[in-house]
């Protein structure tokens, strides 16, 4: 990681739908630390891995990705490209760099927030009594060390209690979601591990795993929160958890889904927020 000033462009994917509320923290978090921070993503962002299977297009997405952050970096001098996604980072680090001429440096925001926990911490002073287990990944530690990172980060928030758990294979839970019977075991691993270490809180770092716990928030008496969440949480900040809430049965926000095109939502999320628990009501680790 090279961030040569703080004039940052913060790539957040294509979860807006989803997610806009931790995105919005994210950003709030990044200037809280200091950076003026320009936001980017959707479509026009797109990195390209969704169209792995249609390797012309997805080398145009890729292509046209970087492209608008060299603008960025010519025209507004914003010279670093912030990472959300895992497979945003990944992708861009392994092809779309490699592939292009690019001007900027990348870093995920793990990294930025670790850097400047100095100027964070004392920002850090509502106590978030909470015993929380991480839901830790292996796969992103070969580009980031963000298990490290964030615990570094979730131990500066006083009252909050960080326990040790296990790290689980992939660099987050949809990328193995493809091999059967793989992603309910590390649900099910992490989850035991949660109840046998008396746990309240499941604290996801990824999107993607937060979707998957989010239909768990509450069994148990733990409850799911995201790590920017629990930052937020610390500097006094409403943590709102709208998908949480969506999952568990309350209703979506209509106005949200109409500016983004009601066929999306019902094609990319309904189905999710219908879908079963993925883990049975006992805790106890598939075999």
Same mark, same amino acid.
């Given at each position: ?8 462009? /913060? ?11 931790? &995105?919005?923290?994210? !950003?709030?978090? $990044? @200037? ?107 796969? /992103? ?11 570094? &980060?979730?131990?500066? !928030?006083?009252? $909050? @209690? ?126």
């Amino acid at each position: 990681m090279a961030v040569s000033d703080n004039r940052v462009t /913060f790539w957040f994917g294509c979860n807006m739908l989803r997610h806009a509320e931790m &995105i919005r923290l994210s !950003i709030m978090l $990044l @200037e809280r630390a200091g950076y003026d921070v320009r936001a980017a993503g959707g479509p026009a962002y797109c990195c390209g891995t969704a169209h792995d299977h249609q390797p012309h297009a997805a080398s145009n997405m890729a292509g046209r990705t970087v492209g608008r952050f060299n603008e960025a970096v010519a025209k507004d001098d914003r010279g670093t490209v912030v990472t959300w996604c895992p497979s945003c980072h990944m992708h861009m680090s392994d092809i779309m760099a490699p592939g292009n001429t690019v001007a900027f440096d990348i870093a995920h925001i793990s990294e930025l927030l670790a850097a400047s926990i100095d100027r964070l911490a004392p920002l850090l002073t509502v106590p978030v009594p909470r015993r929380v287990l991480l839901h830790r990944h292996l796969g /992103f530690s070969t580009h980031v060390p963000i298990n490290d990172r964030i615990a570094s &980060i979730l131990s500066r !928030i006083p009252g $909050l @209690e960080l326990i040790d758990g296990p790290a689980v294979p992939g660099h987050m839970c949809s990328g193995i979601a493809a091999v059967p019977g793989a992603l309910k075991k590390v649900m099910g691993v992490t989850w035991s591990a949660a109840v046998a270490n008396r746990a309240d809180t499941v604290c996801t770092i990824f999107h993607p795993c937060h979707r998957e716990f989010a239909a768990l928030d509450g069994r148990d008496n733990i409850g799911v929160r995201n790590w920017v969440q629990l930052v937020a949480e610390a500097m006094g900040i409403e943590a709102s958890d709208a998908y949480v809430g969506w999952r568990n049965g309350a209703a979506p926000d209509i106005a949200a889904i109409e500016r983004a095109e009601p066929s999306r939502y019902q094609a990319l999320i309904e189905p999710e927020l219908r879908a079963p628990p993925l883990l049975a009501a006992s805790a106890t680790v598939p075999e």
